[in-house]
């Protein structure tokens, strides 16, 4: 049997064993044989140790020019142009994504951060003119210090890097914790940052669990800002930690994402679009579309179009080309889907299409769940309240677009949503009354690189990541009088 490979920390410029010594065993979701790697769990020491670089680090970091700092991100792109198919595949094998979307997260990373290199040099501040005689009053923008990112596992090299860069480019030192159930997306990523040349302890990674890791750097005293992507609950711990410092918090968090299908002329296109964003990754995005409100009229005919789109899917390995998504990340995921399934149909739903587990072949590797459409459901049941973060969409009918927006937003998430409409004055209503923090209007839940990206309520706190705004949150403003 062949020996498991010992992944290690990255450490102020070094790659370290973890404290205790202790590890863990990270196998690929669609194929639980395939073992990738021996993991670090790592301790609070190895923790501190990591904040402890990232600040010494800072005192040098920080005063460089905006341009000094471009070169080491260029490198950085260049590293992972080199290892994009690489990254791809790992991405496959350790969060179960198909091929398609896994190559998508360097390619990305790339883009993003080519566009942050640009908005390191444009850290514009305020010059106001005083009201004394002699004084020139400005504000300028300076990185916050030791940035703590927290990354998901589902998006496990892409949503890192949207973090790290633009933290970098401002100024700002990083301590990196990959998810637990991603920790070789997150390995690669701190050999790309080797790779690029970065000054040790610039950037520092930590592999090890939650309360352990995340908590340690989340209320250390010298980390002046958090930005973590993540449920609501770790989000509103975080948050707790991060408080008793006065440290800033960037916290993108769940969502149960509603679309609203009202005077739609072209059903079938709404019904695939939004099967689509509901399914892809196996339903475990934050922005996957959960809930679909749709007038009595439309509803018979949207519900048989969507089952015409979720009966083609193949269900499989991600490597495959024909394969549209795979397993849910863990048995213990799978399993509090399918009890939210299970419970909707006590409550009084139907299950239209799909509703079970997959068996038989290499769906007894993993844990794969069939593309589910449920009937019938209300606003009150639990499936139609929660975050399932799985295959599963809800078909609410209603009577009015004024109770659309209603049920859309009775809830306490307000992350993205979607509106699916020819008449105009459902769209202006829509655009003026949704409580989300991103809004589409005939299409998905996709997003640009250059747009922010954020949620309201539930589903988000502090400045927006993605585009111009991530500035906001990785720099503060320092007043500056002077007397000539």
């Known amino acids: ?3 498991l490979r010992k992944y290690q920390n990255y450490i102020n410029g070094k790659w370290t064993s973890p404290s205790g010594d202790k590890y863990y065993e990270k196998s690929n979701p669609a194929n639980r044989a395939d073992i990738l790697g021996l993991f670090p769990l790592s301790t609070k020491e190895d923790a501190v140790a990591a904040v402890t670089a990232a600040h010494e680090a800072f005192q040098t970091w920080g005063k460089l020019l905006p341009q000094e700092r471009e070169v080491y991100i260029l490198k950085f792109i260049d590293a992972i142009n080199e290892r994009a198919d690489e990254i791809a595949q790992a991405i496959v094998r350790e969060a179960g994504k198909t091929y398609k979307d896994a190559k998508s997260e360097p390619a990305r990373s790339i883009v993003e951060s080519r566009y942050n290199l640009g908005e390191a040099s444009r850290l514009e501040g305020i010059t106001m003119p005083s009201d004394r005689a002699g004084v020139t009053s400005t504000a300028n923008r300076v990185p916050l210090g030791v940035v703590a990112a927290i990354a998901p596992w589902n998006f496990p090299f892409m949503t890192p890097v949207r973090k790290i860069i633009p933290a970098l480019a401002c100024g700002n030192t990083v301590v990196f914790k990959p998810a637990s159930d991603t920790p070789l997306s997150g390995v690669l990523l701190a050999e790309v940052f080797e790779a690029a040349g970065f000054p040790a302890g610039v950037v520092n990674m930590v592999i ?4 352990d890791i995340g908590d340690t750097i989340s209320g250390h ?3 002046r800002g958090v930005t973590f992507t993540g449920s609501t609950p770790v989000g509103q711990r975080i948050n707790t930690l991060a408080a008793a410092n006065f440290a800033k918090v960037q916290l993108e968090m769940g969502g149960k994402n509603p679309a609203i299908v009202a005077g739609c002329g072209d059903l079938k296109k709404a019904a695939y679009t939004l099967a689509d964003a509901a399914m892809g990754l196996s339903g ?13 009229d439309e509803a018979d005919e949207f519900e048989n179009y969507v089952v015409e789109r979720i009966s083609s899917y193949v269900i499989g390995g991600g490597l495959r080309d024909d394969i549209m998504y795979g397993p ?19 409550e009084g739903a139907t ?27 209300t606003p009150t049941m639990q499936v139609a309240i929660d975050e399932v973060f799985g295959p599963v969409l809800c078909v609410i ?13 009775d809830t306490k998430y307000g992350l993205s949503s979607c509106l699916f409409s020819d008449n105009d004055k459902h769209k202006f209503a829509y655009m003026r009354d949704i409580q989300s923090g991103m809004a589409h209007i005939n299409h998905g839940t996709v997003t640009d690189g250059c747009m922010p990206f954020a949620g309201v309520k539930s589903s988000g706190l502090g400045a927006p990541s993605k585009g111009s705004t991530g500035k906001d949150f990785f720099t503060q403003y320092k007043m500056v009088y002077v007397q000539y």
Not at 285 to 296: A, F, G, K, L, W
Not at 328 to 346: C, F, L, P, S, W
């Open 1 to 3: 049997m062949k020996e």
């Open 208 to 211: 090890g669990s939650g309360s």
């Open 221 to 223: 005293p010298l980390v």
């Open 284 to 296: 475990q995005r934050c922005t996957s579309i959960s809930r679909v409100i749709i007038m009595e």
């Open 328 to 346: 849910v990340i863990t048995d213990v995921a799978g399993q509090k889907i399918m009890n939210y399934i299970e419970g909707a149909e006590r």
């Open 351 to 377: 299950i239209k299409y799909g509703g079970h587990r997959l068996r038989g072949g290499e769906y007894d590797a993993g844990f794969f769940i069939e593309p589910t459409l449920l009937t019938n459901v």
């Open 397 to 409: 009918r209603v009577k009015s677009f004024e109770d659309a927006v209603k049920i859309a937003n």
